[in-house]
């Protein structure tokens, strides 16, 4: 169980919320509980081990994209961003960006937000707000769209990766077979670095990035992971 402290304490300009949210976690750590709360990268580094679970926003998960170096390896790290009805954030964001930033996890804002009088009303704003909906209810359960599709693509967009990271793994055991020396620097090439697609600016990214650049790559680790499959059954060491 972790205790949710002040919300995006960081954003205070003064330093003070950040300050509070400090003195509460040190209070939730001392009788024994484990702390959370949305945070810029900046407030956890400084909160230090006051905070055992970062969420991080957008412009820090976005640096850590960039670098993954400053990911804590110490720490569960997840990292959160607001629904913006675009596919390619959410597969993106739950996917590829937490695969190579090395975060833990990812989640919206809300699976569904309702800021109007009406679920399927977008444009009963409430003030700025508008409705933030993957899915929307009815009488015979949640009606998906595009973007909640979206985040199913990105979630298996990382199973293939950890499939192939294991089977990587496991081949390395084996010594002496040339032809799977040859498909493990494949394999490591595909887990070490994106597809150029997939590099840059991760909001630049959003308006760049299609579909089929999504598919290119899965497909390339989908056969890489055939072809370790094959060769280790041939050694009689694939489950």
Same mark, same amino acid.
């Given at each position: 169980i972790l205790y949710y402290g002040i919300d995006e304490p960081a954003y205070d300009p003064t330093g003070k919320?950040? *300050?509070?949210?400090?003195? =509460?976690?040190e209070i939730i750590r001392k009788a024994g509980g484990k702390t959370t709360t949305a945070i810029t990268l900046a407030g956890a580094n400084k909160l230090g081990s006051l905070i055992d679970v970062p969420i991080y926003d957008e412009p820090s998960a976005n640096r850590i994209f960039q670098d993954p170096g400053l990911k804590n390896k110490n720490k569960i790290e997840?990292?959160? /961003?607001? +629904?913006? *009805?675009n596919p390619n954030v959410d597969r993106l964001?739950?996917?590829?960006?937490?695969?190579?930033?090395? =975060?833990?996890? %990812?989640? +919206?804002? %809300?699976?569904?937000a309702v800021f109007s009088h009406d679920p399927y009303d977008d444009f009963g704003k409430k003030g700025n707000l508008r409705n933030e909906m993957y899915t929307y209810p009815s009488k015979e359960g949640p009606i998906p769209t595009i973007q909640w599709e979206a985040v199913r *693509?990105?979630?298996?967009?990382?199973?293939? =990766?950890?499939?192939l990271s294991y089977l990587v793994k496991k081949s390395q055991a084996i010594k002496g077979n040339e032809a799977l020396d040859k498909e493990i620097k494949k394999g490591i090439r595909l887990l070490k670095s994106l597809p150029g697609a997939f590099n840059g600016n991760v909001n630049l990214l959003y308006k760049d990035l299609k579909p089929e650049d999504f598919q290119d790559?899965? /497909?390339?680790?989908a056969e890489q992971i055939i072809r370790l499959q094959e060769l280790l059954k041939k050694q009689g060491s694939v489950r």
């Open positions: 919320a950040l *300050e509070r949210s400090g003195k =509460l976690f997840l990292h959160y /961003w607001h +629904p913006l *009805e964001r739950f996917g590829l960006l937490v695969w190579k930033s090395g =975060l833990d996890g %990812a989640y +919206p804002f %809300a699976y569904r *693509e990105g979630i298996d967009d990382v199973r293939y =990766l950890t499939t790559y899965r /497909w390339q680790v």
